[in-house]
């Protein structure tokens, strides 16, 4: 669960993902994204190597909106 709002007088609700508690492989970490920044629109994630050039990088994910919810990212 969470909190989403309280910036500039907006009511705070609550916003709910079901996790399905994916077990990654051995030595792998997953992660997901929840955009939750009305205020930044729609986003492109990047996941790279450390100084990559973003601009030459195609996104990991692409055009999430607000309150997307992202896939488990290995």
Avoid: E, K
């Amino acid at each position: 669960v969470y909190a989403v709002g309280g910036a500039n007088g907006t009511p705070v609700t609550a916003f709910l993902t079901r996790d399905t508690d994916p077990v990654p492989d051995a030595g792998r970490a997953r992660v997901r994204v929840v955009h939750l920044s009305p205020t930044a629109g729609p986003v492109d994630v990047f996941v790279t190597a450390p100084g990559a050039d973003l601009a030459a990088a195609p996104p990991t994910l692409a055009n999430v909106p607000v309150q997307g919810v992202s896939p488990y990212l290995s």
